[in-house]
Nanobody, 116 residues
Framework: QVQLVESGGGLVQPGGSLRLSCAAS????????MGWYRQAPGKQRELVAT???????NYADSVKGRFTISRDNARNTLYLQMNSLKPDDTAVYYC??????????WGQGTQVTVSS
């Protein structure tokens, strides 16, 4: 089993920044990719950014140039640096881990609210 725990969410004004963290623990053998998704009220969960084991990144068009995904392998932690935040970025942000074999894992989510 793999456990993912997100942190770093909160209330921030438009134009502000936050850094989300996702700490992974448990039986982590081989990871294909990790990523961040978000779900706003009344909307479907959507991809924000992904990072493969080879270091390739992919971002939603709406966050390109503002968000940066990264990881610290020694700490088994995934990060999402979010700059120039907008009210449309308000959502619950979820961490996702996709192993080489088997089903993926989700964290419990962390709320990000962008409001003045």
């Amino acid at each position: 089993q793999v456990q993912l725990v997100e942190s770093g969410g909160g209330l921030v004004q438009p134009g502000g920044s936050l850094r989300l963290s996702c700490a992974a623990s448990g039986s982590i053998f081989s990871v294909l990719a990790m990523g961040w998704y978000r779900q706003a009220p009344g909307k479907q969960r959507e991809l924000v950014a992904t990072l493969t084991s080879g270091g390739s990144t992919n971002y939603a068009d709406s966050v390109k140039g503002r968000f940066t995904i990264s990881r610290d392998n020694a700490r088994n932690t995934l990060y999402l640096q979010m700059n120039s935040l907008k009210p449309d970025d308000t959502a619950v942000y979820y961490c996702y881990l996709r192993p080489d074999i088997g089903s993926g894992y989700w964290g419990q989510g962390t709320q990000v609210t962008v409001s003045s």
